[in-house]
């Protein structure tokens, strides 16, 4: 098909009348403007291509141009009609529409549902800190920070047809970090957050059983073991509290602190499982994490001592504060995510910095005090380097 | 025909969605300078997305159109529900909003890197300081 220059030139009008339109709907304080003014850009645009098109006899792609130019028309005549019909309520026909489809309960599916949940759910915590000004420690906030990354991943799961469940089960593993952040800051800060509503229905929990309870316990066992440091350190660095301690710590507080920390891992390692829809390993994960949280326990509340605590040597064991593993995991994703210049050169660094650090450990587990020291400050070293590479500018 | 009326279906929720989006941004706009990073990332976001889905129905994606429709519309809720949030905070004049982070941004990403690379720091230190013990043992 054969396009004229007088063809192009009425959709050269069309974009003038929209324009008049939108206009006098400005004027009159009509909504949807931006939206419509950005239409009517492109519209613009895509003339010009066409008219670019025709000086240089190039008919097939001045057609395809004015094609999608009367598209971005259409677009913008439909929104000043939707704009006009509803009047200066329009935000209130939209409003009544949603709250409608609420009244009915119809949702297109169940991952919607779940995800606004969450949605409000963030918003409730994001109010509760802002009006509490609580102190939140780097624990905390890497798992507010971790709920947000599971809601991200859920709405990603949402465009894709096939992947419903995991939508759903994003969402679901999202409240459950929300809730443990929750649990987290209340203790640490020793007071209620106004306007949160902990997380009570035991629904967003299933098919996992109990990990309501293990994440009411790891809250309050972390909490006793910062108690119990606190007679020791000051509470401002809660997180470095066992750096200062860790040496003339109790041997009943690192072994507590040390069966805590394998709890945690398991219920973060479990949590990631639920969310990749991997139920039976979730499951597994969180039964691990049960019981290792059950001989922390046992140990505070010097209680009988069962076997397996009878039976273990933690005195030349390396207490860990976080898992550094799991961490350098999260900063390489960070780096391909990124697009930092160098990362390849970046990420090199981090397999060196991880590599040390195991070799640290197992030199410490064998009782080379020297070398496993020597490892580690290596480590330190190439993380110093890292960190000045990505921050120094 | 019913090709047309699928067509006609979709451009009509893809018109609200338009309208929708214009109408949080107004909103987002006046009160931009004393709004959290997230809250206008998000919004930029959805932006591309709508922008997406418009070059989509010109060629007929019906599919990938309705979730982006979906999806956008929930995340315009959330929007609204943090710029709700912040209300408060703007009324009593203060801007200390707290930021979740988000990998999609830049800025919060290395915030987040940051905040990853502090407790590495810390374990490092531990076992460097446990070393140490053992050794002076």
């Known amino acids: 098909m054969i396009i004229s220059k007088l063809q192009v030139e009425k959709l050269s009008a069309l974009i003038a009348s929209c324009h008049k339109q939108a206009n006098f709907g400005k004027e009159a304080g ?68 949603d709250t409608e489809k609420r009244k009915k309960n119809i949702y297109e599916n169940e991952a919607e549902f779940r995800l606004e949940f969450l949605a409000n759910s963030l918003a409730e915590m994001k109010v509760a800190l802002e009006y509490s000004n609580c102190q939140i420690s780097l624990r905390a906030q890497s798992t507010l920070n971790s709920a947000m990354d599971f809601y991200n991943d859920s709405l990603l799961a949402l465009k894709d047809p096939d992947a419903s469940e995991r939508a759903i089960n994003c969402a679901k593993s999202g409240l ?31 098919p996992l059983s109990n990990v309501d309870k293990v994440i009411s316990e790891i809250a309050q066992i972390r909490q006793t073991l910062h108690q119990l440091a606190d007679e020791r350190v ?66 505070l509340s010097d209680s009988v001592v069962s076997e397996d ?60 005090f ?24 | 025909m019913l090709k047309s009326a699928k067509f006609s279906q979709i451009e009509n929720k893809l018109a609200q969605l338009g309208l929708y989006l214009s109408l949080v941004k107004s909103r987002y706009n006046s009160i931009a300078s004393q709004s959290s990073r997230m809250v206008g990332i998000r919004l930029e976001l959805v932006l591309k997305d ?31 529900k943090l710029m709700d949030a912040e209300s408060s905070e703007r009324e009593l004049g203060e ?24 407790l590495i720091e810390l374990e490092l230190m531990a076992l460097i300081k446990d070393s140490e013990s053992e050794k002076a043992l």
């Not at chain 1, 020297?370 to 500018?393: D, P, Q, V």
Request: proline content about 1%; hydrophobic content about 40%; overall charge negative.
């Open chain 2, 50 to 80: 709508y922008r997406k889905a418009c070059n989509y129905l010109i060629k007929e994606n019906f599919q990938a159109i309705e979730k982006i429709i979906l999806v956008s519309n929930l995340e315009l809720g959330f929007i609204e």
């Open chain 1, 234 to 299: 000051s509470i401002e660095n809660v997180e470095s509290a066992n750096i200062e301690s860790s040496t003339q710590a109790p041997d009943k507080e690192r072994r507590a602190r040390k069966y805590w920390e394998n709890a945690y891992n398991r219920y973060t390692s479990g949590i990631s499982s639920f969310a990749k829809e991997n139920i039976q390993h979730a499951r597994a994960e969180l039964k691990k994490a049960e019981r290792e949280l059950s001989l922390a326990r046992e140990i």
């Open chain 1, 30 to 97: 009509m909504l949807g403007i931006e939206i419509i003014e950005e239409h009517l850009a492109y519209a613009e645009d895509y003339f010009n291509d066409a008219i670019s098109a025709l000086k240089y006899h190039n008919s097939g792609q001045a057609l395809v141009a004015c094609k999608a130019g009367l598209f971005q028309i259409k677009m913008a005549e439909k929104i000043i009609c939707l704009s006009q019909k509803s009047g200066s309520s329009t935000l209130n026909y939209l409003v009544k529409q």
């Open chain 1, 309 to 368: 605590l009878n039976n273990e040597n933690v005195l030349k064991e390396h207490l860990p504060v976080s898992d550094l593993v799991v961490l350098v995991e999260h900063v390489k994703e960070a780096l391909l995510s990124s697009k930092v210049d160098s990362s390849t050169e970046l990420i090199r660094m981090t397999d060196r910095l991880v590599f040390l650090y195991k070799k640290a450990i197992e030199e410490f587990e064998s009782g080379e």
């Open chain 1, 370 to 393: 020297k070398h496993a020291e020597n490892s580690a400050a290596e480590s330190m070293g190439i993380l110093k380097n890292l960190r000045h590479k990505l921050f120094s500018k």
């Open chain 2, 95 to 118: 801007s200390n909003f707290f930021e979740y982070a988000d990998k999609r941004d830049f800025a919060s990403n290395s915030q987040r890197l940051e905040l990853d690379l502090e």
């Open chain 1, 176 to 206: 459950l970090q929300l809730n443990l952040a929750g649990a987290f800051i209340v203790a640490e800060n020793e007071l209620a957050l106004p306007g949160w509503r902990e997380l009570t229905n035991l629904d967003i929990a299933s």
